[in-house]
């Protein structure tokens, strides 16, 4: 938005650095204030600035990701070329296949190359089979936001020390970090079904604070 007050030059540059297209994000924005107008009529919130208020937590962001893309999930192992020139990559694994992030993402960048998991929007297969849209999330994030409730299975967990999830990915837990979790995702299930109930019942506003504060603390610890 600052990019775009500025001038055509700065939401070109803007655009350019940041690897997005200029007409994807006008998109976004007319979905993003048609879903505004959508909160505010049904009254679960009062206006733009109380919906944002968390905006700026990228923990937060990526867990609600991975509640929206969950069970599209790829594992990511850092990986090094053979030769003299050794240089960095990500082999990407849904299961046992391999797939590759598409090139036009910024996470398919050399320099990006680490350890961890992927959500994602869609598998494009052309030369390969690509990824568009992927997201790096933590653990902590995949567990609570996309974990189903029968993947959380507590007894599971106390024998075998992991949570395993989608695409053959496992995800190390221990049993009472797992029961916390669960309580967490009920809790929070309740309050999203009272809300959608009774939306403008501002009874609700205390409850769901408390879990959406204690839900930050512990991406953020966990992350």
């Not at 990019?3 to 998109?27: H, I, L, P, Q, Y």
């Not at 990559?89 to 036009?104: A, D, F, K, M």
């Not at 929007?121 to 567990?143: C, D, G, Q, Y």
Request: proline share 4%; aromatic share 4%.
């Amino acid at each position: 938005r600052e990019a775009k007050s500025a001038g055509k030059e700065a939401e070109r540059a803007f655009v350019d650095a940041c690897f997005v297209n200029s007409k994807t994000m006008r998109e976004i924005e007319a979905s993003k204030r048609q879903l505004m107008q959508q909160l505010v009529g049904s009254g679960f919130v009062r206006d733009m600035a109380a919906a944002a208020v968390n905006a700026s937590d990228t923990d937060l962001l990526r867990g609600i990701l991975c509640a929206v893309l969950y069970p599209n999930l790829a594992k990511a192992v850092r990986t090094q070329t053979k030769g003299a020139k050794r240089t960095s990559y990500e082999r990407i694994l849904i299961g046992s296949t391999q797939v590759w992030i598409h090139p036009s993402s910024i996470n398919s960048k050399p320099e990006r190359a680490a350890n961890g998991l992927y959500v994602y929007l869609e598998k494009v297969e052309s030369s390969r089979l690509f990824l568009r849209e992927t997201t790096r999330v933590p653990p902590a994030a995949l567990l609570l936001f996309g974990a189903r409730p029968s993947e959380l299975d507590i007894e599971r967990v106390a024998q075998t020390g992991r949570v395993e999830l989608a695409a053959g990915v496992a995800v190390r837990a221990q049993k009472e970090t797992a029961m916390l979790l669960k309580l967490l995702r009920r809790e929070l299930d309740r309050i999203l079904v009272s809300r959608a109930t009774a939306p403008d019942d501002a009874a609700l506003e205390a409850p769901a604070k408390a879990v959406v504060d204690a839900i930050r603390k512990l991406l953020s610890g966990l992350a």
